[in-house]
C-alpha cells in the first residue's frame, strides 16, 4: 500500500475549537447540580461549567476549607454553595444532598468524582492501601448515588460517575485503581438497568490523560514521560478541563435524552491502543 512520504513526520492534529462550545449559554438555567469531590481537577472543572451554563452547584470535598474557596471560584452565593463531606460516610453525603435540596429543590443532576490513587505494585501495596482506593471510588460512587435516589428530579435526572480506563485496561501499579473503576463501570450499568424506569440516567466518563490534574502529574512525572504518553495518542495531545466538562454538559443535557449506561471514553482515543509513530512505522514497513 502506497503511503505519504511524510506519514511519519506530520505535525501533530490539532483542533481549531478546543474550548468552544456547542451548547447554549444558559442551558441549564433553573436547574441544582450536586458534584461530589468537586474542589479540584476535573470535578471542580464540571462544576464550573455547569455555573457558565446557568445550574445551581453544590460541591463537598473533605477539606472545608478547600470546598468554600472552590464554590467561591466558581460562582456566587447564589449560584454556589460548598460543604465538607466524605464520599465513604453515607450518612454525611446524605446530610448534604438533603441541605442541597431544602436551598434549591430537587436535584438534577449528580456528579460523583471523588477518587484516590497512587502508584504502587500490588505486591508492594498494604491491605489498607487498596481499601482505601476502593472505598473512596466505589463505595464513595454508591453512596453518592444511593443517597441522592430519592432527592433527584423524577424523571429527567442525569447521574454521572467519574471513571477512568484502567476500569477496562488492566495497568501495573494500578491494581486498586483497576478494581475500583472496574467496579465503578458495573454499578453504573446496574443502576440504569435499575433506576431507568424513574426517568434516571446513569453514565460515567472515563477521562483520558487530562494536562494540569493531580492524577497525570503522579502518572507521568516528567517531561520525558508526559512525551512518551502524547506521542501514543491519535490525537496527539492530552485533553484539558474543558473536553471532561463537555461532555458532562452532553451526558445532562437532551441531546442524550436516550444515553444510559454508557460509559464514554473521553480520551482522544487514548484507550485504543499505542498510535505512536513507531508502532504506524513498524506496520509500514
Known sequence: MNQPADIL??????????????FRDDLFAGRVAFVAGGTS?????????FVELGAKVALIGRNYDKAIQAARSIG??????AMSAD??????VRAALQSTVEAWGPIDYVISGAAGNFVAPAAGMSANGFKV??????LGTFNVFRAAHDLVR????????????????PRTLQAHACAAKAGVNQ???????????????VNAISPGPIAGTEGMARLAPTPEATAARIARIPLRRYGNLHD???SAVFLCSQSAAYVNGTVLDCDGGASLGDASDREIGQGIA
Do not use: C
Request: no cysteine; net charge negative.
Open 154 to 169: 423524577k424523571p429527567g435526572a442525569s447521574m454521572i460517575a467519574i471513571s477512568a480506563p484502567q476500569a477496562a485496561h
Open 133 to 138: 482506593v476502593v472505598d473512596i471510588d466505589l
Open 87 to 92: 464520599v465513604r460516610d453515607y450518612d454525611v
Open 244 to 246: 471532561v466538562a463537555e
Open 41 to 49: 481537577g476535573i470535578n471542580l472543572g464540571i462544576a464550573k461549567r
Open 76 to 81: 456566587s452565593e447564589a449560584q454556589s454553595m
Open 9 to 22: 513526520t506530520q505535525a501533530p492534529f490539532t483542533h481549531s475549537a478546543i474550548n468552544q462550545s456547542a
Open 187 to 201: 454499578l453504573v450499568r446496574v443502576l440504569a438497568m435499575e433506576w431507568g424506569r424513574e426517568g434516571i440516567r
